[in-house]
């Protein structure tokens, strides 16, 4: 039988946020959000990553939620400018934890503007135990507040990014790479772009690797 996930709303600090959520039965199941692309260059949970990203923590085991931020979809509110897209995010968590009071380890993912938000997040909420960005813009967004970064976690870029430069990518590795007691893997998807057009299954790949390499115990 095919997992059913709900679309619901769940109540966020602008008003209410639209998402979709899957409950895994199984005692103890981790848990996950997923965050989208930025809102005013067309991003939403409909995203084609997101999508992937979210499926992947489905058939993996864990409960997850994806959410629109204010002002996307049927999500009330207005744009923020990162910082009300933040406080989102933190709603979501606050949710998905209180409907699986039981969780075993709580991650937090996002997709290009939406992994800046899921960054932010790590260095706010000390329950999170590990992270999945994908297409980070350390180029356009300062990822300074990563000092240090207290979470370990898996950040995955494109070889051929059109939007983010290596230059960027490697400095963001300098910094959050070698931290006492964190260990933050950097994925290389080759041939790929910021969107990762027909590069779906190795993204999938290298993430399915990660996700059962640290869930593995649980």
Known sequence: MKPKSLEIFIP???GRLEAKYYKNPKFGAPI?????????????????????LYNIFLKNGFSVIKVNFRGVGKSEGVFD?????LSDAAAALDWIERQNLDYSQCWVSG??????ICMQLIMRRPEINNFVAVSPQP?????????????SGQVIYSENDE???????????????????????FSKIKNSNHFF???????????????KDKTALI
Do not use: W
């Open 32 to 52: 996950a959000i997923v965050l989208h692309p930025h809102p005013q260059y067309g991003g939403t949970m409909n995203n084609r990553i997101v999508q992937l």
């Open 12 to 14: 966020g600090p602008a």
């Open 81 to 85: 400018n990162g910082q009300g897209e």
């Open 139 to 151: 180029n356009v967004y300062d990822f300074s507040f990563l000092a240090p970064c207290p979470t």
């Open 163 to 185: 939007l983010v430069t290596k230059e960027s990518i490697n400095e963001l590795d300098k910094r959050i790479k070698n931290q006492k007691g964190v260990e933050v893997i």
């Open 111 to 116: 997709f290009s503007f939406g992994s800046l």
């Open 197 to 211: 057009k027909n590069k779906e299954k190795e993204l999938t790949i290298e993430i399915e690797k990660y996700l």
